[in-house]
């Protein structure tokens, strides 16, 4: 399986200190927001030098108390959350993974942001990191 990094996933507590260190203090250019209602999530993709084709970052804003990005924040604060590896065929990658015994969150793929098809790997299998898996 050939991987390169995606993004990387950021949750954020407050949006405005968050774009005041990335848009502001380092003057990077943002993506329109894109909410991801199933998720109770608002994506604001941050552009590296890279563009849109290179890896980004991605700032996760819960929309409602109960998401998963709000819950993670009040276990763990804000930060680093997820690191995104972009794969060719998301179906291969998710069955050599199983074939290994690796602990998937998501079995099949589902639909990510911009058109994109996602799995999460569970952190129990990958030391700790939780791994999002991206077929653009
Ligand atoms: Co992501």
Partial sequence: MKATIDHIGI???NLAES??????ALG???DHPEELASQRVRAHVVFTA????GATLELLEATAEDSPIAKYVARRGAGLH???LRVDDIEAALAQLKARGVRLI???PRPGAHGTRIAFVHP????GVLVELVQR
């Avoid at 774009?19 to 502001?24: E, Y």
């Avoid at 890279?50 to 084709?53: F, Q």
């Avoid at 129990?124 to 030391?127: G, I, L, N, R, Y």
């Fill in 11 to 13: 949750a954020v507590g």
């Fill in 19 to 24: 774009l005041a260190f990335f848009k502001d």
């Fill in 28 to 30: 990077l250019e943002l």
């Fill in 50 to 53: 890279d563009g849109r084709d």
């Fill in 82 to 84: 997820h690191v995104a």
């Fill in 106 to 108: 998501d079995d099949a």
């Fill in 124 to 127: 129990a299998s990958t030391h």
